[in-house]
């Protein structure tokens, strides 16, 4: 039997950062975002974020696009966000993505840091969180 698993943690932001996301926004955007990806075939194993972003960990099929599917996932949050009227001003993302993947052995500790956002976010930036996703890893 043949067992393909593809991990990815995404990180996008909202369009020049802008703090759209409250906690009540996000809590029905991300709640909408589990929905659309179960009807569309993506398993979204976490989700959450700060104001001007969200982290997702997502287990893609090997037939699954990353691009496709982020784009998917995007797009249909934009729309949908902004026909729910949410916002007082119309809602974007930014083109910029993050991605990585990610290690069976390490699923828990990204599901967790996902998990912990607004935690790790009362002291930290969304600037920093970025700077030290970016730094290469120390070689042994």
């Known amino acids: 039997m043949l067992q393909i698993y593809l991990y990815v943690h ?12 409250t906690k009540p926004v996000r809590v029905v955007l991300f709640t909408h975002l589990k929905k659309v990806a179960e009807e569309k ?4 194993m976490q989700i ?14 090997p037939a699954q696009n990353l691009s ?7 797009s249909e949050s934009e729309e949908w966000l ?21 290690s069976p052995g390490s699923l ?4 967790s840091f996902i998990e912990r ?10 600037e920093f969180e970025i700077e030290v996703f970016q730094k290469p890893e120390k070689e042994s």
Request: no cysteine.
């Open 10 to 21: 995404a990180i996008w932001s909202t369009a020049e950062r802008n703090k759209w996301m």
């Open 41 to 44: 075939g993506i398993k979204l």
């Open 48 to 61: 959450d974020g700060g104001e001007e972003h969200a982290h997702l960990l997502l287990q893609l099929h």
């Open 68 to 74: 496709q599917v982020i784009r998917l996932l995007k």
């Open 82 to 102: 902004n026909s729910a009227q949410l916002l007082k001003e119309p809602f974007s993302w930014s083109d910029e993505l993050i991605a990585y993947s990610v």
């Open 108 to 111: 828990q500790q990204v599901q």
């Open 117 to 126: 956002q607004d935690d790790y976010h009362r002291s930290k930036s969304f």
